[in-house]
């Protein structure tokens, strides 16, 4: 920002306001990414021109004037730093001058370490996990770059408190809370500070954005809430996602739990049955030829007209039920002194042989 324009005052008594004002400059390092330097009051400060110098003792002696004015009515009121002019572990001083027409007026000041004047961002991503015999854990993240230089607070109540209870942590991004009350309503809220290892700065964080557990219709507390400031928008809560009470969950594990899960592991067997049924029909399975013959074999010994089932009578009607002698027919050989029959004309004698008939 610009610095203000000097101004020409004559009038005594902004002079003597200005000389008896209590003096100081208040430097606060945020979250390591950014510093403020402020002086005065804003609501009666005097109308002057102010000019910031500072240095760090012993590395840098000469004194660099503010880059970034803070204004308020055009009157310079504070000097705004970025991270590559904050220089932490060194002696940091500031000078400043309040020029009224001819008079210059040098604000005191006072040696300061910039690692004891952080102020961190508050916590963030608070969950709440319900653990065992009703105990809840409490988690968060800090924004801070240094995790290990931090330690935090939480402070809790619920809908029948009127008090914080507030919890100091000494590290660690965990908090557990021993007992709950299923039919209350409890808000938390964690905070931040650098550490006697990091810093020996005073300055807490902000506390973060609340996290709720419990009934939220518990004793009329939707009655007893503040209202929302003008133009913001008022959260709504389908009815299905409302808290249950200690009557309600207990009807939903013994009753509504049992019934739907078996309904659905009997439309599952269903829908099994007919995914075989459709299977079969669209793939049928190909008969195996090689056992449709094993009865034949194995159980009537090659009978086919026992396998096959035809009736006594019908096979005993095909049996003959004669029989026929046996005639034997034999080659009469030539005697010696004669042709072979092979060389006769005409048929051979036969020699027969009735076997004794």
């Known amino acids: 920002m610009a610095m203000a324009p000097g101004c020409q005052l004559s009038h005594p008594a902004l002079l003597r306001s200005l000389h008896t004002r209590p003096a100081g400059v208040k430097c606060v390092v945020f979250n390591d990414k950014y510093m403020t330097c402020m002086w005065g009051n804003q609501e009666d400060q005097p109308v002057a021109n102010y000019s910031l110098y500072y240095w760090y003792v012993p590395h840098q002696p000469v004194a660099t004037e503010c880059r970034r004015y803070l204004q308020h009515n055009g009157i310079n009121i504070g000097c705004w ?8 572990f060194q002696t940091f001083r500031v000078h400043i001058n309040a ?10 000041t006072y040696d300061m370490k910039l690692q004891d004047l952080v102020k961190p961002d508050p916590p963030v991503n608070l969950t709440l996990q319900n653990m065992s015999n009703h105990q809840l854990q409490l988690s968060w993240q800090t924004p801070y770059p240094k995790p290990h230089c931090m330690e935090y607070a939480v402070r809790y109540k619920s809908n029948k408190d009127t008090d ?19 039919e209350k309503k409890y808000t938390f809220h964690v905070r931040s500070k650098i550490s006697q290892y990091c810093g020996s700065t005073q300055l807490w964080s902000e506390w973060s954005v609340p996290v709720y557990w419990g009934n939220a219709m518990a004793h009329g507390e939707c009655a007893a ?13 389908a009815p299905w996602a409302r808290p249950y009470s200690a009557g309600e969950r207990y009807w939903v594990r013994t009753v509504l739990i049992p019934v739907v899960s078996g309904v659905v592991l009997l439309m599952l067997v269903v829908m099994l049955v007919r995914m075989e049924r459709v299977w079969i029909v669209f793939m049928p399975q190909v008969p195996n ?9 194995n159980t009537h010994k090659g009978n086919f007209q026992e396998w096959a089932g035809v009736p006594k009578d019908v096979v005993e009607s095909f049996t003959p039920n004669y029989s026929e002698s046996i005639c034997h027919v034999s080659e009469l050989l030539p005697k010696e002194g004669q042709e072979p029959a092979a060389d006769r004309s005409g048929p051979l004698p036969l020699k027969k042989d009735f076997g004794g008939l």
């Open 81 to 88: 730093f970025d991270d590559s002019e904050i220089t932490p």
């Open 99 to 108: 020029s009224l027409g001819s008079r210059t007026h040098v604000i005191p």
């Open 164 to 182: 914080w209870m507030v919890k100091l942590l000494v590290s660690g991004e965990l908090f557990s809370f021993p007992s709950i009350d299923e």
């Open 225 to 237: 809430q503040s209202p929302p400031p003008p133009g913001s928008l008022l959260p709504i809560q």
């Open 289 to 297: 030829p090689s056992k449709t013959f094993d009865e034949l074999f």
